[in-house]
């Protein structure tokens, strides 16, 4: 896994994750890893220019 890129998502406010068995718990970011990181960033670019065009979100 010491070759895959992680990344952390940090939310502004707590999120509910729902684990195994629906167990809950409250988080406040996640972490993961993807297997294509330079396609995975573009796609988020592309998502918020998108947002920020449309003025669906102030940045």
């Known amino acids: 896994m010491s070759d895959e890129a992680k990344y952390e998502i940090i939310f502004k406010q707590p999120m509910i994750a729902r684990g195994y068995f629906g167990q809950e718990k409250e988080v406040q970011k996640v972490l993961f890893y993807i297997d294509q990181p330079d396609e995975f960033a573009d796609l ?5 220019d ?10």
């Open 50 to 59: 998108h947002i920020h065009h449309e003025r669906l979100v102030t940045l």
């Open 44 to 48: 988020l670019k592309e998502k918020l």
